[in-house]
């Protein structure tokens, strides 16, 4: 079963930019949908964005798009490049997998990181 790390989180400047990176522990990966998750304290866990197997296409939620930016490695690395940052991009941020396409809900997806902490101060 692959496994996710995730890694780069930070405290970071409002308006500042932050690449945070989710390893793979297998070339099982490279079939699936990598995505990004996030969730603040007292919120539920909010889709960020995904990109698909082959690294062509990507899709982000309302929230990020513009700013956001998702791109990978084959099936070793996914990353996340913020820019524009705001106090309210502060949450935790998963890495996750799925054999779907096109999915943004947390169900759709199998195998999750631990995650990392990103804080964008005022």
């Known amino acids: 079963q692959v496994q996710l790390t995730e890694a780069g989180g930070e405290l970071v400047q409002a308006g500042g930019s932050l690449r945070i990176s989710c390893a793979a522990s297998?070339?099982?990966?490279?079939?699936?949908?990598m995505a990004w998750f996030r969730q603040a304290p007292g919120k539920d866990r909010e889709f960020v964005g995904a990109i698909d197997a082959t690294g062509g296409s990507a899709y982000y939620g309302d929230s990020v798009r513009g700013r956001f930016i998702m791109s990978r490695d084959g099936w070793r690395t996914a990353h996340l490049d913020m820019n524009s940052l705001k106090p309210e991009d502060t949450a935790r941020y998963y890495c996750?997998?799925?054999?779907?396409?096109?999915?943004?809900?947390?169900?759709?997806?199998?195998?999750w990181g631990q995650g990392t902490q990103v804080t964008v101060s005022s």
């Open positions: 297998a070339k099982t990966a490279g079939r699936y949908t």
């Open positions: 996750a997998v799925s054999s779907s396409v096109r999915a943004t809900l947390a169900r759709e997806y199998s195998t």
